[in-house]
């Protein structure tokens, strides 16, 4: 099982592959709704988390102690899903 990072509560089934979490997508028009209905941008990585190895390696962080959480110098913060 490969660590994934995120924002938000997730799912413990969608460890099940790329396809069932493809299915879980927003449409284009759906994005575009979203984004009119709540005035802001839509951002994938809440729908699909990153895997560690997805996650930026040219820019310095450091890894909180107590959730593992990644805290990159440029102010990202990746989450650490459980």
Not at 13 to 22: V, Y
Not at 46 to 52: A, F, G, K, S
Not at 54 to 63: A, C, I, K, R, T
């Amino acid at each position: 099982f490969e660590m994934e990072y995120g924002v938000g509560e997730r799912d413990e089934s969608s460890s099940e592959g790329s396809e069932s979490r493809n299915k879980n997508r927003m449409s284009e028009d759906e994005i575009a709704l979203f984004e009119m209905e709540y005035g802001v941008e839509y951002d994938p990585y809440y729908d699909d988390p990153y895997t560690e190895d997805e996650l930026p390696d040219d820019v310095p962080f450091n890894v909180d102690r107590r959730y593992g959480d990644r805290i990159y110098e440029n102010g990202e913060i990746f989450y650490k899903d459980k």
